[in-house]
C-alpha cells in the first residue's frame, strides 16, 4: 500500500537512527509556489481568488468564474510541468536546511504528482540541496508514520497544509509538528483548528524551534 504512496520506495530508504529526524514539505517550504503559481496563472488568462486556504474553488477565470476542480488538476500539471525546474526557493530555505542538517537527518516528501519526480530531483540538485527526496500521493501521515518507526530520536513534520499536519497527528500524536507558512496572503486564510504544535512563517523561527 505504502509502496504506491511513495516515489522511490521509502522502505528502501536507510536512516541514520542516532540522528533526529526532519521530514520537509517543498511548495511552499522550500519552494516559492504561490508566487510562481500565480504568474503562471495569469500568463493564461487565470487568477487566483484568495478566498480560502484552497487551490480548488480559488482560481477564476477571466469571466470571474472558478473552474472546475478537474481543471484545477490540469492546470497544475502544465504548471509542474512547466515551472519545476525554475521555481525559486522560499527565502531562508537553502542555509536554514544546511544548518539543520549538522543535527537533523532530513527527507524532502512532497505531494508533485511522481511524474515531475526527476524534474523536481533535478531543481533540487541544481540548488545543491541533496537530501533524499520523495514524492507523495495523498494524506502523508501513514509515510511519515512508518519513518518514525525507524528511529529512535524526535521526529519532526513541517508542512504548509493544516490537513498534512492532521493527516500526520492522527497516525501518531508524538511527531512534532510545524505549520510553516511563508506567504503573507496564505497566512491570512488560516481558519483551521489548530492541530500544530508551532506555527512559523520565516525559516529562522524553523531554526530558532529546532534547535533550541
Ligand atoms: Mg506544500
Redesign the pocket.
Known sequence: MLRKNTHPDIKKLVINNNKPLIVC?????IFD?MSTFEIFLKSNNLYFNWKSYALNGNILNKNKIAIKDKEVKNILKAFFSEKTLSMPLIFGAKKSLEKLSKKYSIIILSNIPHEFYNARKQALNSHNIKFPFFSNKGPKGKTVEFLANGITKNIWFI???PHQIKSVKNYNENINTILFVNNLKLKRLINHRICWDFFSSKWQTNVNILLN
Open positions: 514539505d517543498a511548495d511552499e517550504v509556489f508542512d504548509d497544509s
